[in-house]
């Protein structure tokens, strides 16, 4: 039955008008919604997420939010003459170089919102190429 409907990422805020700025002007986002405390985002594939106002944001310490590209290179280049700083990590399973993670078909890099939320971009490349005979 959850197959069937649509999912939607729930983000914290602790500063609504600071994460609508924050969106705006570092993402290129507007929200498809907005209402008391809270900004509804629609992204053109059919996904999206929600950011609402709370004292619990600045708590989470994982990953909240991901966008599939296909030009990560391009979307970090893009993000980062915005203003985005992208996070370099180095502990077990996870090592970064210019901000970028390479793990078996997937690469990804990190950042964190206005409002302390890890947010990620990532892009799946093939794990080998085939030949052609």
Request: charged share 25%; net charge negative; hydrophobic share 30%.
């Amino acid at each position: 039955m959850l197959g069937t409907g649509e999912a939607v990422a729930v983000l914290a805020a602790e500063d609504i008008q600071r994460a609508r700025t924050y969106y705006k002007d570092k993402l290129g986002l507007d929200p498809a919604e907005d209402a008391e405390g809270e900004l509804r985002y629609r992204m053109t594939g059919g996904s999206g997420f929600l950011i609402y106002e709370t004292g619990n944001a600045r708590t989470a310490k994982n990953t909240v939010l991901c966008w599939v590209t296909d030009d990560l290179d391009g979307q970090m280049s893009e993000l980062r003459g915005r203003g985005v700083v992208f996070e370099d990590y180095d502990f077990p399973g996870l090592k970064t170089e210019n901000g970028v993670s390479t793990t078996g078909s997937e690469r990804a890099a990190w950042f964190t919102d206005s409002e302390g939320n890890i947010l990620c971009l990532t892009q799946r490349t093939p794990s080998h190429q085939t030949e052609k005979h």
